[in-house]
């Protein structure tokens, strides 16, 4: 640390995101699609305009703006754009939050909101979630200060139905509510609509997921105008032209394509239900994801065994050195090829699941 960092940031935690290696691996850490992204976005990366890099790109991003207003009948005014739902989330934060104010999130979760905090000196409650993995909602419902959830939660899967949500957003129209729905397009049901009853609601998405653009970084926020408005002044007074012109085409022409975006989400669906199925054969316990991803334990294999030795045979998930979770795995759902890969790996990992010896 040095000697210029400034005290405020003394109990400062950076996230630690998935390993990023080099060689080939079959990666399934992160939760990223191996599907390409849609072909409208390749036609824009090869007509790209070498000579109009040399200008700033759209500093309130309109077109992308506009492409997500039409897919999910807002305004562009209701609408915020920004390098990933992580820097979204960021802007929220900064524009929202200041040291000791108060946030809920639960204690198995998305764990960028417990960085955040820490580094920021939120005020931040952290509630247990059941033993099942579900979320008890009226521990947010009866709590005094802003919440943000990840629905569907990350790592567990498990989503929350938009009752509940209203639950929490109706009960105190002073507290901002953030809906975090970076994987809401593989199951669950959104709570968008909702934007147009409650001013204190904002629902975060992304592109990194369904629609295969992790690597150029899109994020966005739908919520009333007012909020969006505040977001683009911080973002004015930080980095005004946060979205690169490549990203802003790219992502307008993704979020136009919507007969290839369902493609790709109904066929990481039937991979996941599928996959699902075969673990469940295998002796793991699955549990019902709504996502591109599968949290699983079995009875008789550690989860940091089951780990290191899909690491030896070049294949890379996520295991959580958090006690709660230190025995489940979360495993990114990839193509059909490739999950059948995995499971002849955790067939040749756990072998017979009469088997009652515990590794
Ligand atoms: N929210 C959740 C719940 C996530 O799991 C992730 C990514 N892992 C993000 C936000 C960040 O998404 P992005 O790539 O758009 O920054």
Redesign the pocket.
């Known amino acids: 640390m040095s000697y210029f960092l400034l005290d405020d940031y003394a109990n400062m935690e950076p996230y630690l995101p998935g390993e990023q290696p080099a060689g080939k691996w079959i990666k399934l850490n992160?939760?990223e699609s191996m599907l390409p992204p849609s072909p409208a976005v390749k036609k824009i990366f090869d007509e790209a305009e070498y000579d109009g890099m040399g200008f700033y790109s759209d500093p309130h991003c309109h077109k992308l703006r506009i492409a997500i207003g039409d897919v999910y009948g807002f305004d562009e005014k209701n609408i915020f754009v920004g390098?990933?739902?992580?820097?979204?989330?960021a802007f929220c934060m900064m524009s929202f939050f200041r040291k000791g104010m108060k946030i809920a999130f639960p204690d198995i979760?998305?764990d960028?909101y417990r960085t955040y905090a820490t580094t920021y000196g939120l005020d931040f409650k952290q509630f247990p979630v059941n033993d099942d993995f579900t979320i008890n909602v009226d521990d947010y419902v009866n709590y005094d200060g802003d919440v943000v959830l990840?629905n569907p939660?990350?790592p567990t899967g498990l989503a929350i139905s938009v009752d509940d949500i209203e639950r929490i957003v109706k009960k105190n129209p002073e507290r901002m509510v953030i809906i975090?729905e970076?994987?809401i397009d593989y199951g669950g049901e959104s709570c968008v609509p909702l934007v147009r009853k409650y001013n204190n609601l904002l629902v975060?998405q992304?592109?990194?997921?369904s629609r295969a653009l992790?690597g150029a970084?899109?994020?966005f926020a739908i919520a009333n105008e007012d909020i969006i408005s505040d977001m683009n002044k911080i973002k004015f007074a930080f980095n005004p032209f946060n979205m690169s012109t490549l990203a802003i085409d790219a992502g307008s022409a993704a979020a136009r394509d919507v007969d290839y975006w369902k493609k790709c989400i109904n066929e990481v669906r039937r991979t996941r239900d599928d996959f699902k199925k075969d673990l469940r054969k295998l002796g793991f316990k699955v549990i019902d994801t709504e996502t591109n991803f599968v949290f699983i334990t079995h009875p008789n294999y550690r989860a940091e065994y089951i780990f290191a030795e899909l690491r030896k045979r070049h294949i890379l998930v996520r295991h959580y050195n958090q006690e709660r979770i230190v025995n489940y795995l979360r495993i990114t759902v990839g193509s059909f090829d490739v999950m059948l890969k995995v499971l002849y790996a955790l067939k040749d990992i756990v072998g017979d699941p009469d088997e009652s010896t515990y590794k």
């Open positions: 992160a939760n390098n990933g739902a992580d820097e979204v989330l979760t998305y960028f990840a939660n990350n975090d970076a994987y975060v992304t592109f990194s997921k992790a970084r899109i994020g």
